[in-house]
């Protein structure tokens, strides 16, 4: 029964080892969604491209808490990208080295990326990966993000981004299916432009 029981768990922890985030062993591209998310748009967007591709999925979260409400947190917001700020990060990717394609998420702050992305971005070696953005927004679009990708990783392919529009302080969580099947549509479409669905 000893003999067994420690054969199972030898077999169980040798197998859990080679489970780690991203590893496949198919040869296909080991791809990773990252996204970071406050009012859970970004998040509902990141599930949707996880689903459609195959991919692990990783939120990006902040030390700090960010305000709930919708005009403190723009206004912290605009206070992280005046002064350039660099906010800590509580999560960490522990193997961004085997992952060939990164989808990179987050809402459209101020015309570009959160300040926290530009923590994450400034965290990893991207040389040779392919970067993947999409955003969400009230009207801005990608703004100047996928140029301030670019310079901070300019050694990275940077693809066609995406941009989906979300409700002023609203969630497509809370907003309901017809929201969820209209981000699926179009997140369908940007994937199959960019060869990673048929």
């Given at each position: 029964?000893?003999?067994?029981?420690?054969?199972?768990?030898?077999?169980?922890?040798?197998?859990?080892?080679?489970?780690?985030?991203?590893?496949?062993?198919?040869?296909?591209?080991?791809i990773?969604?990252?996204?970071?998310?406050?009012?859970?748009?970004?998040?509902?967007?990141?599930?949707?491209?996880?689903?459609?591709v195959?991919?692990?999925?990783?939120?990006?979260?902040?030390?700090?808490?960010?305000?709930?409400?919708?005009?403190?947190?723009?206004?912290?917001?605009?206070?992280?990208?005046?002064?350039?700020?660099?906010?800590?990060?509580?999560?960490?990717?522990?193997?961004?080295?085997?992952?060939?394609?990164?989808f990179?998420?987050?809402?459209?702050?101020?015309?570009?990326?959160?300040?926290?992305?530009?923590?994450?971005?400034?965290?990893?070696?991207?040389?040779?990966?392919?970067?993947?953005?999409?955003?969400?927004?009230?009207?801005?679009?990608?703004?100047?993000?996928?140029?301030?990708?670019?310079?901070?990783?300019?050694?990275?392919?940077?693809?066609e981004?995406?941009?989906?529009?979300?409700?002023?302080?609203?969630?497509?969580?809370?907003?309901?299916?017809?929201?969820?099947?209209?981000?699926?549509?179009?997140?369908?479409?940007?994937?199959?432009?960019?060869?990673?669905?048929?």
């Amino acid at each position: 029964m000893t003999k067994k029981f420690l054969l199972f768990a030898l077999t169980f922890f040798c197998v859990e080892g080679f489970m780690e985030l991203g590893a496949q062993s198919d040869g296909r591209n080991k791809i990773l969604v990252a996204y970071f998310s406050e009012s859970g748009n970004t998040r509902v967007v990141a599930q949707v491209i996880e689903s459609a591709v195959g991919a692990d999925i990783f939120e990006i979260k902040t030390v700090q808490t960010y305000p709930k409400e919708y005009n403190p947190l723009i206004t912290l917001a605009q206070k992280e990208q005046r002064e350039n700020a660099r906010p800590a990060l509580s999560t960490r990717v522990g193997n961004m080295d085997s992952y060939d394609v990164i989808f990179v998420g987050y809402p459209n702050w101020w015309g570009t990326m959160p300040m926290a992305l530009f923590t994450f971005l400034e965290q990893y070696d991207f040389a040779g990966k392919t970067i993947i953005p999409f955003c969400t927004h009230n009207g801005s679009r990608l703004g100047s993000s996928v140029n301030d990708l670019k310079k901070l990783i300019p050694k990275a392919a940077v693809l066609e981004g995406l941009a989906i529009r979300g409700g002023r302080s609203g969630s497509f969580e809370l907003g309901g299916q017809r929201e969820r099947d209209a981000v699926q549509k179009e997140v369908d479409a940007w994937l199959r432009r960019l060869g990673m669905v048929n």
